[in-house]
């Protein structure tokens, strides 16, 4: 199994930047495509990015296309979000999750507490 620990979130301006942080813990994290979500209050969780096994190819939402970029460091098990020219939409709490490298679905039903970006305008 692995386990994992979002950090970086915080509150910030409208147009402004924050890295976010999943720490990864598992002997297998480099053998899983790995992905960000999100879920704003009443609303279904979303996927944000997703980057495959070695970090050659990656892919992101519409949404996000642009502005973010995932990125991982298997020496470090530790997966990456750079979010850039934030906007208030972006405010939700940010999961990361092993994921299908095709479809991009979690492998598994367990979340972490996640990191909480808040967007002010």
């Known amino acids: 199994q692995v386990q994992l620990v979002e950090s970086g979130g915080g509150l910030v301006q409208a147009g402004g930047s924050l890295r976010l942080s999943c720490a990864a813990s598992?002997?297998?994290?480099?053998?899983?495509?790995m992905g960000w979500f999100r879920q704003a209050p009443g609303k279904e969780r979303e996927f944000v990015a997703g980057?495959?096994?070695?970090?050659?190819?990656?892919y992101y939402a519409d949404s996000v296309k642009g502005r973010f970029t995932i990125s991982r460091d298997n020496a470090k098990n530790t997966v990456y979000l750079q979010m850039n020219s934030l906007k208030p939409e972006d405010t939700a709490v940010y999961y990361c999750?092993?994921?299908?490298?095709?479809?991009?679905?979690?492998?598994?039903?367990?979340w972490g507490q996640g990191t909480q970006v808040t967007v002010s305008s």
């Open positions: 598992g002997r297998t994290f480099s053998s899983y495509a």
């Open positions: 999750a092993p994921t299908s490298g095709i479809t991009w679905h979690p492998q598994f039903d367990s």
């Open positions: 980057i495959r096994k070695t970090g050659g190819s990656t």
